[in-house]
């Protein structure tokens, strides 16, 4: 199955939600305690997905609130740098700073993220802010679930996702669970449910789907797609760590992806690099089984490297890692 | 078109909402600054609802939260009293209160309300206190507008439809639009066009409608139901004051109903008393024209009277009313 | 010893702080759960005290908060009339309400209230809403202590009080702490002794000083006035219910006074009298034995009827009781 | 006139309030958007004035909250590394997080901060986490009007201020204004005239005492010493930026102090670098001639280095420049 995307479109992909600062340890292998150097990127799912994207040759565009300072002049500037249209990054005017993100790279497989996120001016959008014209101008309108996470973000999202599906934009939601901002995992549910529902194609981990199922132990991928092909969803991916991903379409297909072997730096940085890949693959045309490699392979650049956005690979990059590697990990 | 009912069902109405206290002016036609005193009466929406139906012979359930105080004993005991189940009334620990209406009746048709809604208790219903298990037990799930206005009730608002629809149980919406604790009208244009489009008889006034497709200015009926017969919605009545209330479904036939004359005291309750009396004809398998007319009469009984809630009629006052009216206004 | 005040002064009293509405059971001697009808009264400490004054003779003005509302007006009508100025009564433009007292009287013993103070407009007057030049125009400015319970009422109290003692105005400190608002104990004795410090005359009741102290047990008198005259405080009164009260004096005096025998209806509005009787004496150039005696009449006169503020006795009431009276309880 | 402190005590200065971090850049000379490296400092103007104290020798100790992450981890070990006893140092259990300060240099006059102050932990710290048997410890209480800027710190720093009166122990304050976390100049001022009418010492700029007098344009230090040393200061220090700085004793002496020249890099840390040497020369018991000159050379050192806290000067370095320097700027 692949999924139909309308032509004559001034943007592939536009994304909606948060663009912010990771500030990466320079001295790493140890506790932040003992990194005294921190070297600037910008980061957020939403943002580094519009970057992917954009370095793989896709047009596109962000909506998003920054604020009004150093920070968020730094952010608009090097995601325009990147080519992608900012014209919908509104400029908050209540002081508002943008998220930051100190990782901590204790070890590659013991990575943490001191997170600042009270009050992050991409938390502030509001649905006035959201504009239909420019929502059809996309084949693909991605949303990442974190900006649902609070009012009034959660509402210009909810009324994002409401124009996307009235003028026919398929909608991807990436489910992008951070566990700050959110009040409790009912409350993500609630709102995972309803956009998945109305969304075209669904990514995220097994730990995300049981979240958005407010299950207590993990789901199957099967009881998750029986409810999603319900609605809405046509494409639905899901993750597994190591163990590869998953892809299910409507008419009732399945496939397997696996993880590349790669030298791994830090596990930042993994999800949004595979989902600007797979979107690509998908909106080239490749079939649902290239789109699984594209992803991967992607994934596996990106955690070698030191920033999740700066470290997006081209396509050449992707291509060459999958025909390099017919061995899978 | 009739719509269908699941049999042996403990519940034919489980209302969902606030139930508060109305202070109903006892001198009145005069400003309120001239009343010195107020008789206690319960009141809010879906409470009324509910107290309606009851009244109508109808098994009722309520899911709400109320203080632990003196005015949550008496809304939990007078509704217990009408023969309405209260076992999922659950106690608010936290100290809030219940909201108040203080109503002005300068004159039958200048009718206003002074309300205490800040911090109500009926708004901190969480996700954790809905139960499924209470849910699947009802006939109409009824939800009122209102409860989606504020976090944590909106949460367990949208929740609790969420499983009404998973268990098949119909959900009935009351648009219930109330200005206060809304932050916008956006705001309010997102949650209800959320939830029209999962219930299967929606009920509200013109300006209601219009509150949910976020129109400046009156919309036709016909663009609305054009709207929300392409989703889940069979049964859409649309209600134009004195004009009288229109009822549309699925298969595409329409239905109007009029207003019986009376002699208005006040114009509160006569929504309330409506939806109860509506409610109980289609669930008694009354045709929608016939159950337009109970809503009619019904609304025309309570606005000649002090109360809301103490003035819902029985089936025989309402019949006896539709009998002697052949005469519409 | 007696207090000297400045001539040539516009008013007698400025009070400064919370009007509210009390809602007193029609039907009384029983739960409010059962009692269907409340009479409004004008409420709030120092709206009391306001009132109480002027019914005394004095000219009093007020310094508050009030909502642009029904309640909000009457409040105004009605300390107007009674001969206050209300022209520093400033209107909230933020939809905030009044403050409500639901009383509930079970026995003359056992009163309680139910309390609306969430969002209350007097909380909320800025200390840009405080003028120097009015309350210059003071022999006595009033300062309640529940107006230091949150910002930015408490900023703007603060600034009243040193104001006052700029311009050299006696300040006195009705301690009148109530629960709801404050939070903690300890919040509540850093603004108690902060102002307490400051002010001319402190009255109170011993649990009042015990929370100004920060105890956890019953505190003594000595150790109280210890404290307080080393700061600004001339005059302390100290009220131990019906043991009576005791005022000491910074020249080391100390006077007891005693509870009047009455038939008491409910305990409501007893402080507030007995406040603007002792001022009214203190002013009337009254010696402390004597201030005491007209403090003691006026609250056993109002305990023993409906209201707190309609009930504030006039001279003669009060002088009748204490000639009557040469038996003290 | 010298100012006596009590001998036998385990600190020299208890330090109250902010302990944070800065970020420095790294290349600077440049707009922030351009830096992307920051270099980690401990941070905060009472956590400097500590740091600057211990390196001169002083036993200090500090009253603060810090958060339970690798920030919080690092401040505390880098202050208990300088000698700072840090047993005070609650750890916040909320999930908040250190205040962050970005600095921008753009030329050594033209110096910003990106500050991040929401909820910061800092400012959470609460009355019952302040213990009178360790400020009683102290010769002097350093209090930072920061800490007075929101609730509950401001209420943990009126106690505090409270209980070093009490033991009579010398109180500092430093006015230290930054305009972030107020919410008016008019709520400053209350509480800086709270705070300063109390202190033994007050040390600010002049617009800090314009601030702390409401004044709309500059003050005159007359006015300002006649208004302070009608309550407890004896000694005010007023700066007046590179015009040099003014000390006033209650016994009516003034003495002025310059500023020396220097290779200026950034102007932070110019005033905490100040109040530690100045500090330190009163409680050494020199003249206050000589401790204007030990805190104009201490701050003179710390603006032409990189960081606050790191550069603090040893007593040998600023007696070192006071030498060297007979020219004054």
């Known amino acids: 199955m692949a999924i139909s995307f309308e032509e004559n479109k001034a943007f592939d992909v536009i994304a909606f939600g948060r663009a912010c600062i990771d500030l990466n340890a ?5 506790p932040m305690e003992e990194t005294m150097t921190f070297q600037k990127y910008v980061g957020g799912s939403p943002a580094n997905v519009a970057i992917g994207c954009s370095k793989l040759g896709l047009k596109a565009g962000f909506i998003g609130k920054i604020p009004d300072d150093q920070h968020g002049r730094f952010i608009e500037q090097y995601m325009s740098s990147k080519g992608i249209d900012t014209s919908q990054m509104v400029k908050d005017t209540e002081g ?3 998220g930051l993100a100190f990782t901590e790279i204790l070890s590659p497989e013991e990575c943490s993220i001191l997170m600042y996120r009270e009050n992050a001016a991409d938390l502030y959008i509001t649905t006035s802010e959201v504009q239909e014209e420019y929502i059809k101008q996309a084949k693909i309108f991605l949303i990442s679930g974190t900006a649902l996470a609070q009012s009034p973000s959660r509402e210009a999202a909810l009324k994002a996702v409401h124009l996307a599906k009235k003028n026919n934009i398929k909608v991807a939601f990436e489910l992008d669970y951070r566990p700050y901002t959110w009040q409790s995992r009912e409350e993500t549910a609630v709102y995972y449910s309803l956009v998945a529902e109305k969304a075209d194609i669904v990514i995220g981990t097994r730990e995300e789907y049981d979240m958005m199922e407010n299950l207590s132990s993990e789901g199957d991928n ?10 809405e969803p046509e494409l639905v991916v899901i993750k597994h760590g190591v163990d590869g991903s998953y892809a299910y379409t409507k008419d009732g297909k399945s496939y397997q992806g696996k993880a590349y072997k790669t030298k791994v730096l830090k596990t930042f940085g993994a999800g949004d690099s595979y989902a600007s890949a797979f979107l690509y693959a998908i909106l080239s045309g490749k079939d649902v089984e290239s789109a699984l490699k594209y992803g991967s392979a992607s994934a596996s650049i990106v955690v070698s490297k030191h920033s999740s956005s700066e470290a997006m690979p081209e396509v050449s990059e992707i ?8 061995t899978y990990v």
């Open 222 to 231: 099967q009881t998750t797609i029986d409810y999603l092909f319900q609605h």
């Open 319 to 326: 291509e060459a890692l999958i025909q390099e590697n017919n």
């Open 26 to 30: 320079v001295e790493y292998n140890r």
């Open 96 to 98: 508002r700073k943008t």
